[in-house]
């Protein structure tokens, strides 16, 4: 599953981490950046400083529930 990040702000953002609540009918498995578990179906990946205007790209791997 591909994920894009944007920034629309007048200054960077250091650290900056994205939130991301997935649908119970999914499973997280993995993604190419860092992450943490946060409870629940919410998990929170870190991409790093953010200049102004920037625009990044990041992927993660989710499974279907077969209950789905």
Do not use: E
């Amino acid at each position: 599953y591909p994920a894009k990040t944007q920034l629309k702000s007048l200054s960077g953002v250091q650290n900056a981490k994205v939130k991301i609540s997935l649908d119970p009918s999914l499973t997280f498995l993995s993604a190419n950046i860092p992450w943490s578990w946060q409870g629940g179906n919410d998990f929170l990946c870190s991409v790093g400083n953010l200049p102004i205007g920037s625009v990044g790209h990041f992927r993660m791997n989710v499974k279907v529930n077969c209950n789905a």
